[in-house]
């Protein structure tokens, strides 16, 4: 099978799960990944003939993208601020929507040696990036899941990162264990009843205990999250959270309630409601 036979393969069988536009990506992601292959090369090559394996690795892949598994498990990556992460079902698989996250957490911290506490880590996607990004920060990411610490840990020693990964449940954390100049979270913020507008990759295969919260109860981690800020942050320390764009006023409330000051909403690059930030106000 050449090159452009195995194109046209990946888009007859995939046609009627995906968008033309997915499924470009998708052959640039697979190409790379199975044979390094950059996008000039699949234009370049069009009339080589591919290797076998590549033959079976294709009919694998297409088998269980027909079944809506998120390609990013089927590879086992992700990419996520320039970098290649380690993902599995134990983890979310980055968005690019964080990654603006990240860039206002490098911009508007530019000092040196910053302690930086990440909640609900994950992959580690964001505590990682921060640490390759800022000067000498000093890291620590925490969950409540074992099997996502073990993901972040890896995709640390990988990217040749040094953080420290500590297993905590920010609902049951009471007592801060250091003052931190930064803290930033990307919790569970989607309710119940928005489960029937989400994509099955998503509903189907991506954790549960990192995506959902109650009808009853959307502020679930917010709440806790706040609270720990008002008090773990150092005076002047700054708290960053990305947020269900339907939520923008009460998270804000939430951090108000807690006591912090200078609340901002941001939007995402697609004009929606997305970040949330707030400031420990120094004691007079």
Partial sequence: MTTREAILQFRSELGA???SRELEGMTRVIFEDVLLWQPIDIVMRENEQLPEFFDCRLASIIARLKRHEPLQYILGKARFHGHSF???PAVLIPRPETEQLVDMIVDENPGSDLEVL???TGSGCIAISLARAMKFAQVTATDVSPAA???AQQNATALKTHMKCVEQDILTCRAPS???DIIVSN?????EQEKAAMERNVLYYEPAVAL?????DPMLFYRPIATYASRALKNGGRLYL???RAMGNLVCDTLKKAGLSDIQVHNDFNGNVRFVTAIKSSRE
């Fill in 187 to 191: 919790p569970p913020y989607i309710t």
């Fill in 212 to 216: 959902f919260v109650p009808d009853y």
């Fill in 178 to 180: 250091q003052a931190w």
């Fill in 86 to 88: 380690a993902v599995t």
């Fill in 17 to 19: 799960y995906y968008d």
């Fill in 242 to 244: 990305e947020i269900n």
């Fill in 149 to 151: 610490l073990e993901v």
């Fill in 118 to 120: 990440d909640i609900g």
